[in-house]
């Protein structure tokens, strides 16, 4: 079994900045696809930013430049810095992963537990 935990999350003023991350454990042999996902209250959860194992990534519009999703395989933990954070940047933030857990192309998917960013004006 796979596990995700985020971390990293707090409270910053406008303008300021935070790195999340999410390390995965278990029976892992790569990460297939790794994303980051949030939900304000009263809204649906959508989606941040994510990359895959061809180094992709794709952003939300309202984050390009300046947020960016990486992945260090040899810690298993998927990081999204977080620059000029906006007060609409408030949310709860979840880690996604398409994780590979075998040679054959076994695959987990799943989600973390959550890490709140709150960003004050």
């Known amino acids: 079994q796979v596990q995700l935990v985020e971390s990293g999350g707090g409270l910053v003023r406008a303008g300021g900045s935070l790195r999340l991350s999410c390390v995965a454990s278990?029976?892992?042999?790569?990460?297939?696809?790794m994303a980051w996902y949030r939900q304000a209250p009263g809204k649906e959860r959508e989606l941040v930013a994510v990359t895959g194992s061809s180094s992709t990534t794709d952003y939300a519009d309202s984050v390009k430049d300046r947020f960016t999703i990486s992945i260090d395989n040899a810690k298993k933990t998927t990081y999204l810095q977080m620059n000029g954070l906006k007060p609409e940047d408030t949310a709860g933030y979840y880690c996604?992963?398409?994780?590979?857990?075998?040679?054959?192309?076994?695959?987990?998917?799943?989600w973390g537990q959550g890490t709140q960013v709150t960003v004050s004006s």
């Open positions: 278990g029976r892992i042999f790569g990460f297939r696809e």
């Open positions: 996604n992963g398409l994780i590979e857990t075998s040679l054959d192309g076994e695959t987990w998917t799943g």
